[in-house]
């Protein structure tokens, strides 16, 4: 019987299957290893993409904000506010009145986004101003958006569905702050510079929005000095010095910011207090 020898035709064919065997064997892995890592890579990027890109969530602000990755929010002079359109409570009901519940999620999400970004690079924030009937006067809280400061909740005069909550923070919550209920104030434009936060949806068809003055500092005494806190005065007891906190709550998110109260107008506005005086009580 012949032997098989290393010279064979039958070891040499047997080693270049088994090498190639392997060889194929590798490929293989190092193709599924290489797809696996790109697939990491991009998941790590889509992650950061998404986290940097929106950081009104939740997860997102907590994460940023511990790891310092997101700058201050800060407030602005009034010559330095961001650009803009001012709006009437009627004209910014007409705007988000035909959003479903979806797409007015998403509008609040870009308005807090804008807001934590402080505008930057940005010329279109909306604005709210006009007259308002004062519903009640609310302190904010450690579970509040801004920790600490004052709430005003007020109907508009000229567009009842429309309700305001002018949320005035500032680093200590006044000791007094006094508005009669019924009583009638101005969100002014420039000067305050009140810039949308969050629209709700009640179930009668009322809408909330919640705004913030942007302006909240003024111009130093001379060029050597930093800017002062804006001082905003409602009334002789209804003064308050404003300031933009640098972080606000946003886990869990509390919108809008003050609780619903029973609304008793004192002071009733744009009412025909002669319509009864000349007219004939019908005779049954």
Same mark, same amino acid.
């Given at each position: 019987?012949?032997?098989?020898?290393?010279?064979?035709?039958?070891?040499?064919?047997?080693?270049?299957?088994?090498?190639?065997?392997?060889?194929? $064997?590798?490929?293989?892995?190092?193709?599924?290893?290489?797809?696996?890592?790109?697939?990491?890579?991009?998941?790590?990027?889509?992650?950061?993409?998404?986290?940097?890109?929106?950081?009104?969530?939740?997860?997102?602000?907590?994460?940023?904000?511990?790891?310092?990755?997101?700058?201050?929010?800060?407030?602005?002079? %009034?010559?330095?506010?961001?650009?803009?359109?001012?709006?009437?409570?009627? !004209?910014?009901?007409?705007?988000?009145?035909?959003?479903?519940?979806?797409?007015?999620?998403?509008?609040?999400?870009?308005?807090?986004? #804008? #807001?934590?970004?402080? #505008?930057?690079?940005?010329? !279109?924030?909306?604005?709210?101003? $006009?007259?308002?009937?004062?519903?009640?006067?609310?302190?904010? $809280?450690?579970?509040?958006?801004?920790?600490?400061?004052?709430?005003?909740?007020?109907?508009?005069?000229?567009?009842?569905?429309?309700?305001?909550?002018?949320?005035?923070?500032?680093?200590?919550? %006044?000791?007094?702050?006094?508005?009669?209920?019924?009583?009638?104030?101005?969100?002014?434009?420039?000067?305050?510079?009140?810039?949308?936060?969050?629209?709700?949806?009640?179930? !009668?068809?009322?809408?909330?929005?919640?705004?913030?003055?942007?302006?909240?500092?003024?111009?130093? $005494?001379?060029?050597?000095?930093?800017?002062?806190?804006?001082?905003?005065?409602?009334?002789?007891?209804?003064?308050?010095?404003?300031?933009?906190?640098?972080?606000?709550?946003? !886990?869990?998110?509390?919108?809008?910011?003050?609780?619903?109260?029973?609304?008793?107008?004192?002071?009733?506005?744009?009412?025909?207090?002669?319509?009864?005086?000349?007219?004939?009580?019908?005779?049954?």
């Amino acid at each position: 019987m012949e032997a098989v020898s290393g010279e064979s035709s039958f070891s040499r064919n047997s080693r270049e299957q088994d090498e190639g065997r392997y060889t194929s $064997g590798n490929l293989i892995l190092w193709i599924a290893a290489i797809a696996v890592l790109i697939g990491l890579n991009f998941a790590s990027w889509s992650f950061c993409m998404w986290v940097f890109g929106q950081p009104e969530h939740p997860m997102n602000y907590r994460l940023l904000t511990k790891l310092e990755k997101l700058d201050p929010i800060h407030g602005f002079l %009034p010559f330095t506010a961001p650009r803009g359109k001012f709006n009437s409570a009627k !004209d910014l009901y007409a705007q988000v009145y035909p959003f479903n519940e979806t797409e007015l999620r998403a509008y609040n999400g870009i308005l807090k986004r #804008y #807001y934590l970004k402080n #505008y930057i690079e940005r010329d !279109d924030v909306t604005f709210l101003s $006009g007259e308002f009937l004062i519903e009640s006067v609310q302190e904010m $809280g450690p579970e509040d958006v801004f920790q600490h400061g004052i709430v005003i909740r007020a109907r508009s005069t000229t567009f009842p569905d429309a309700i305001v909550d002018l949320a005035l923070p500032s680093e200590v919550t %006044p000791e007094e702050f006094v508005l009669p209920v019924g009583s009638v104030f101005r969100v002014e434009e420039s000067q305050m510079c009140a810039a949308l936060l969050n629209v709700e949806r009640l179930m !009668d068809t009322t809408m909330i929005f919640t705004v913030v003055p942007l302006v909240t500092k003024e111009p130093a $005494g001379n060029s050597e000095e930093p800017p002062g806190s804006k001082t905003y005065d409602f009334g002789e007891k209804a003064v308050i010095t404003v300031t933009t906190p640098e972080k606000i709550q946003i !886990d869990p998110e509390r919108w809008p910011i003050s609780e619903e109260v029973e609304f008793i107008e004192e002071n009733p506005v744009n009412r025909i207090e002669v319509e009864a005086e000349d007219k004939p009580i019908p005779v049954e």
